[in-house]
């Protein structure tokens, strides 16, 4: 088990744990305090034995080596996770052992390595035990009191030394308080993302359901539409083929579209497209260059549309003969049928005839292709399906189901939304350090050492420097807004002459020292201006600090190895920290975040094919409960032999539910009235059975809401379906009800008629009245709609 409670191997996490953002951070920090742990241990440890006498070296090995060896084992445990107690006993053993070099080695050097790596340990326990703060502090805690019983030892007689131990709580509760700044900006990155997420997910499972609805009213209307309106249009023709066609309907409707994976050849699949039966067969003569492997999505398709093609043939052309071509271009394929009948003018074709638009059209955009239909009257027609690959797979996912679209731009803008917002929890972070402890440790040291500056004015002009530097970058954070440029150079460059002054006005030998309060905070006071920079400028600044620095010692004499050895602990446990920093801000900004906004997407994608194949299954089985009522019996009976196509209540039923069909079918078109729209599409239909019909509206149309529509249509449906004469349908609008009338002339027995109008479609509040009078041969219904007063719209 990692210290950060998680695994570094990808997994979603759960939706009420920590998001991509925030466990990506935990991770990188955790992997960021144990390398900077053990980097400075080593360092540091190194130049400890360096100060040490020849005698001392093998007793401070044997200090040295263990904590290394402990280090070892912890970064070990960041690939290969361990038990948590055994990390903490470990991390614990490296400050122990760091603290006995003060008794071991003594003096004034030991002191420095000592206190240098224990303030980096307390700084880096923050983040390696981030969700665990009570462990983090409890090591802060311990390596303190390490601290003050080396002190004791190391100085016998000699009370300890309470500003280191200051300083390390300051220390530990900073880098707390910057993991908490850090940590609520990821947190808020993680929301505003999964807030976005949420919108496209919704959109992208509303295109999948109007996609899946598409190509089931397809289905419906090449399979049992069709069926039911062929017996309900004739009862002297041959009816063998019916048997099995109804069987293949229900099959086709029983199955769950959207689904299908893998490829198929479409040369095989276009070698079994049905020709039809008896006078209704259409021969087909063929072309195809095999084998044509498409993914089955685009294939199945291609081969539903040629289906519904050849039907049309068969239904409209005037000849039973058709050609067949299918051909492979550049990553893609094209299938063409043609016909040299009498033709027609596409442009004629009512909007409510779902043969071409839907069928045929609609299922290649569903899937990212294209077709098109090139006909004139007497001069045939051509159809032609085409499909590439990679525009296809750009539209459209396996199986035809759409993908969400702009996935490379959403990806983008997450990626710089995580990084946008983890920059500004960093910057605000550094710049919270830079003002605690310019104001708390510099400020005292500054104080503490005014006799011994030359001149001390100096010391403190460079000090409310750099507070004026930290207030004006602050003023801009604060408010949400960048850094100018040019303000940020100024800063910079007061930064660097801040440096400079401090450098040059220190007396010989307190570089680095106890009066030096400006080395160790300098540097966050640039790292804040430049952590939206790469790392190397930040590098190129901290090395001009050093080079001041170093040119300000060598100046005022050459130091002793010894000196130089300190001055090397102190630059690593400052300068060096805050290097590490920086790399630090900079895997947050170009590592981290692309990281987060991948897993994200792809955490994003998984959600979203859940919701698609949740809802597409509760979407298929309302769809499939709304045909038990009435079109499944039907098809049952006739796959089956009960039912009749001879006899006449067959085909008037199959009539009714092949009008209640092109309804349905007519129920999502883009139109003014989508009620008259509706009726249309059923007068369509009992004008096709050779009724005679006349409609009339009156009135202002208003909107309907769609179930009060199915039940305003599907009395005038039933009636239509079962005249065989004349009928008059009157629509009157007024504006707080419709109404809808039908009168039949020579309607054929409605017994049960209005049972059947309630058993059909979904259950709905929509309250239709429904009014039946029956006179002689005639029948009068009328359904009406008022809109309930609490809705305070008008219907006109």
């Not at 959600?607 to 049952?636: N, S």
Request: hydrophobic residues 45%.
């Amino acid at each position: 088990m990692r210290p950060g409670g998680y695994e570094e191997n990808g997994a979603a996490e759960p939706m009420d744990g920590p998001r991509s953002s925030e466990r990506l951070l935990i991770l990188t920090l955790e992997r960021y305090g144990v390398w900077l742990r053990s980097s400075v241990v080593c360092l540091c440890g190194a130049l400890g034995v360096v100060l040490a006498d020849v005698a001392e070296i093998p007793l401070a090995m044997s200090l040295l080596v263990p904590a290394v060896l402990a280090c070892g084992v912890r970064l070990y445990a960041l690939r290969h996770p361990l038990p948590l107690a055994l990390l903490w006993t470990l991390d614990a053993a490296v400050v122990v052992l760091t603290g006995l070099f003060q008794p071991v080695l003594g003096g004034e050097s030991a002191d420095v390595m000592v206190e240098a790596i224990v303030g980096i340990c307390v700084v880096a326990f923050q983040y390696e035990w981030a969700t665990r703060p009570v462990a983090g502090f409890g090591l802060a805690a311990l390596g303190t009191v390490v601290c003050v019983l080396g002190d004791v030892l190391s100085s016998p007689g000699h009370s300890p030394d309470v500003v280191p131990l200051v300083r390390m709580f300051v220390q530990a509760g900073l880098s707390r308080a910057a993991f908490l700044m850090v940590r609520a900006r990821a947190r808020a990155a993680d929301r505003s993302a999964a807030a976005r997420a949420a919108s496209r997910r919704e959109a992208a499972v509303a295109a999948a359901r109007r996609a899946t609805e598409r190509e089931y009213l397809a289905t419906l209307h090449d399979t049992a539409s069709a069926t039911l309106l062929m017996v309900s249009q004739s009862d002297g023709r041959d009816w063998s083929w019916l048997p099995p066609r109804a069987r293949q309907d229900l099959e086709a409707l029983s199955a769950m579209p959207g689904f299908e994976t893998g490829s198929v050849d479409l040369a095989a699949l276009l070698s079994c497209v049905p020709e039809g039966e008896g006078l209704a067969r259409v021969q087909l003569k063929t072309y195809i260059e095999g084998p044509l492997v498409t993914p089955s999505g685009p294939g199945l398709a291609i081969f539903n549309g040629v289906r519904e093609a050849v039907t049309n043939v068969a239904r409209h052309a005037g000849v039973r003969e058709a050609e067949l071509r299918a051909w492979a271009e550049e990553d893609g394929v094209v299938v063409e049928l043609s016909d040299a009948g009498r033709g027609f003018d596409p442009q004629s074709v009512p909007a409510r005839r779902r043969g071409i638009s839907g069928s045929i059209i609609g299922r290649m955009h569903t899937v990212g292709g294209s077709a098109s239909v090139t006909s004139h009257p007497g001069t045939g027609t051509r159809v032609q399906w085409r499909w590439h690959g990679r525009a296809g797979e750009s539209q459209a996912g396996a199986g035809g189901t759409p993908r969400p679209p702009r996935v490379q731009a959403q990806h983008s803008a997450a990626v710089r939304l995580i990084r946008g917002q983890l920059l500004y929890g960093a910057q605000l972070a550094v710049l919270l350090i830079s003002l605690v402890w310019q104001f708390t440790i510099s400020l005292r040291r500054l104080m503490v050492h005014q006799d011994v500056y030359r001149p001390a004015w100096a010391q403190t002009a460079a000090f409310v420097c750099l507070a004026a530097v930290a207030v004006a970058g602050g003023a801009y954070l604060l408010r949400g807004r960048q850094i100018p440029p040019r303000v940020r150079g100024w800063s910079l460059g007061s930064v660097l002459a801040a440096s400079a002054v401090c450098a040059f006005t220190l007396p010989p030998g307190q570089s680095t020292g106890p009066a030096d309060w400006a080395f160790g905070v300098v540097g966050w006071h640039a790292l804040f201006l430049l952590a939206d920079l790469r790392v190397r400028v930040y590098a190129a600044f901290l090395g001009a600090h050093m080079g001041l620095n170093a040119t300000a010692v060598f100046l005022s004499g050459a130091p002793t190895v010894a000196e130089l050895a300190v001055m090397g602990i102190s630059t690593i446990s400052a300068c060096g920290f805050q290097l590490s920093v920086g790399l630090l801000v900079t895997r947050l900004l170009h590592g981290t975040a692309p990281a987060a906004g991948t897993a994200a997407a792809r955490e994003e994608e998984l959600r979203t094919r859940e919701r698609i194949h949740e809802d597409m299954q509760r979407d298929h089985k309302e769809r499939y409960r709304a045909l038990t009522a009435t079109t499944v019996p039907l098809l049952v009976g006739l796959g089956h032999g009960v039912l009749s196509p001879h006899d006449q209540e067959v085909r008037l039923r199959c009539g009714v539910e092949a009008t209640r069909m092109r309804r349905l079918f007519a129920e999502g078109d883009a139109v003014s009235d989508p009620l008259l729209n509706e009726l249309r599409a059923c007068v369509e239909v009992a004008e096709h059975q050779g009724v005679t019909v006349s409609l009339a509206v009156r009135g202002r149309p208003g909107e309907v809401p769609v179930e009060v529509r199915r039940e305003l249509v599907d009395p005038v449906a039933v009636i239509l379906g079962h005249t065989r004469s004349t009928a008059r349908v009157t629509v009157v609008w007024t504006p707080r009800a419709v109404r809808v009338s039908v009168i039949s002339e020579g309607c054929a027995d409605v017994h049960g008629t209005g049972e059947a109008s309630r058993a059909h479609g979904r259950a709905t509040d929509a309250k239709v009245t429904v009014v039946r009078t029956t006179r002689g041969g005639s029948v009068w219904v009328e359904a009406g709609w008022r809109r309930p007063a609490a809705s305070g719209v008008d219907l006109a």
